[in-house]
């Protein structure tokens, strides 16, 4: 059974411009939920989707984004990037929203320059 | 606000040593417990998940206990190996909210010399 698959796995992106990150989640799952980790303020919530539907969402700016579509699959998207956005993204796929066990991406690790 | 702690930081052992991972919170309303591990520049693999109304799990050479009264769980490693150097994250699930499902400690920083 195949994992999360997060897409890309690096990228280098300038100041200003946008992105976007994809997650694919395990058959089955219908939760992902998207997260930040920095060094120092570790891993931050950004939001979770559950059937194309945005449940919770973190304390982050509107230029974070994200949507699910009707596969599960998942993008988030951060615009008008800034030097601080730098940062491993991780994305979690859980069969249902809510108590569930929680399976992690490899991650995609962006770079702002 | 649900704050989770994990003490030490960092933690450097001999190989072969039995080791002791901690994690607190501060909200003991919580749904289940969850620790990961944590290769460097990776993603995180979970390594064992503690419902509400259980006391502990078992996997392998992992043993991790939960003790919502007191906002604490400990992971206890055997045998410690040099591949079991990564870093070691628990996880409180909590039920919505702009803190999300998952909310992390710290971390602690395993290092395991042979």
């Known amino acids: 059974k195949a994992g999360v698959t997060q897409t890309p796995r690096y990228l280098i992106k300038t100041r200003g411009q946008q992105v976007t990150l994809s997650c694919s989640p395990i058959?089955?799952?219908?939760?992902v939920s998207w997260y930040q980790q920095t060094p120092g303020q570790g891993l931050q919530f950004l939001f979770e989707?559950?059937?194309?539907?945005?449940?919770n969402k973190g304390n982050f700016p509107g230029r974070f984004s994200g949507r699910q579509f009707s596969n599960s699959r998942s993008e988030m998207n951060v615009s008008t990037l800034e030097l601080g956005d730098s940062a491993l993204y991780l994305c979690a796929s859980s069969p249902t929203a809510g108590n569930t066990e929680a399976f992690f991406g490899q991650g995609t690790r962006l770079t702002v320059v | 606000k649900q704050e989770v702690t994990q003490i030490p930081a960092a933690l450097s052992v001999p190989e072969g040593e039995n080791l002791v991972l901690n994690c607190s919170f501060t909200?003991?309303?919580?749904?289940?417990l969850q620790w990961f591990r944590q290769d460097p520049g990776k993603g995180l693999t979970s390594l064992l998940l503690?419902?509400?109304?259980?006391r502990e799990q078992t996997s392998g050479r992992l043993n991790a206990s939960l003790d919502k009264s007191s906002g604490r769980s400990t992971l206890y490693i055997a045998a410690s190996q040099p591949g079991d150097s990564a870093t070691y994250l628990c996880?409180?699930?909590?039920?919505?909210?702009?803190?999300?499902?998952?909310?992390f400690g710290k971390g602690t920083k395993l290092s395991v010399k042979p």
């Open positions: 058959s089955g799952h219908r939760s």
């Open positions: 909200d003991s309303a919580i749904y289940n």
């Open positions: 996880a409180v699930v909590v039920y919505g909210g702009s803190q999300g499902n998952l909310i």
């Open positions: 503690i419902q509400s109304s259980q």
């Open positions: 989707y559950f059937s194309e539907t945005q449940r």
